[in-house]
């Protein structure tokens, strides 16, 4: 059953929409708690700490969020290796390479989409350094989560590194949710058109959520 899944061109693509799904949904709620900073200081330090307690006769103090990292981690591995696969066997459908290479729409978007990836890949490993573990935030407090967003995003270049990444997490998005809208079997002029505002607007959403976080502490409205 695991391997027929696995095994074949659907089965991948299932795999990859519902790891993006999963990965969509984790960043919709981290976006929305971000926006806890304009409500102050205690609110998003309450935030992390509720985050850590909610599960605790379950699961233990922070056991919940251990658990969001596991499927996290499991999501992003086998969106990665699915998007791999799924690449590799496009090029094989067709041996011989072409002589030249038209710069087609769907080549273009495959590339965006890799290197998309891979930017994203190194910037939750810098993210989490810098504001999960600390390492590469010299004034890193832990648990005081809006102290440590408001040092970070006073330095233009930290502000700078995040704008760029999470404009590259948009793109991806917008592709991602497009194409996997259209897998859903949207065939007309009219639902493509619709698919594409659809995702514009979606992914535009999620960006301006994001940076409004860094921008309003660089422009000095928080902190
Ligand atoms: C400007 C935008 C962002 C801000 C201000 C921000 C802020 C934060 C903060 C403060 C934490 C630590 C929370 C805590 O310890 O309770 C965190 C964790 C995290 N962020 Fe972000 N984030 C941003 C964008 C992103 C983006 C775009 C992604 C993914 C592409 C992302 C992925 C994560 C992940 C995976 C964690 C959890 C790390 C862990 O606890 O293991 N963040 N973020």
Redesign the pocket.
């Known amino acids: 059953m695991v391997g027929a899944i696995f095994g074949s061109t659907v089965g991948k693509k299932a795999i990859m929409a519902t790891t993006g799904v999963i990965?969509l949904l984790?960043?919709i709620a981290?976006?929305l708690?971000?926006l806890r900073?304009f409500f102050g200081e205690e609110s998003?330090n309450r935030?992390?700490v509720w985050?850590?307690e909610i599960a605790e006769p379950l699961l233990g103090y922070g056991g919940l969020?251990w658990v969001?990292?596991v499927v996290?981690t499991l999501s992003v591995v086998l969106h990665i290796v699915t998007a791999t696969q799924l690449a590799r066997r496009a090029r094989q459908a067709r041996p011989v390479r072409y002589a030249t290479r038209p710069k087609v729409q769907g080549s273009y978007a495959a590339r965006t989409m890799r290197w998309g990836g891979v930017i994203?890949a190194l910037?939750?490993t810098y993210?989490?350094l810098?504001?999960?573990?600390g390492w590469l935030n010299p004034d890193f407090e832990?648990?005081e989560?809006y102290d440590?967003?408001v040092v970070?995003?006073q330095h233009w270049y930290v502000a700078l590194a995040?704008?760029a990444?999470?404009v590259v997490?948009g793109v991806h998005i917008r592709h991602g949710v497009a194409s996997a809208l259209r897998s859903l079997g949207v065939t007309t002029a009219r639902g493509e058109r619709v698919v594409n505002v659809a995702a514009i607007v979606f992914a535009t959403a999620l960006v301006v959520g994001?940076?409004?976080?860094?921008f309003s502490v660089f422009f000095g409205l928080v902190g």
């Open positions: 990965l984790y960043l981290h976006m708690g971000n900073i998003i935030y992390a985050l850590r969020v969001i990292r996290l994203i910037f939750v993210h989490v810098d504001l999960t573990v832990h648990g989560v440590n967003i970070d995003f995040y704008t990444a999470v997490v994001f940076l409004s976080v860094p």
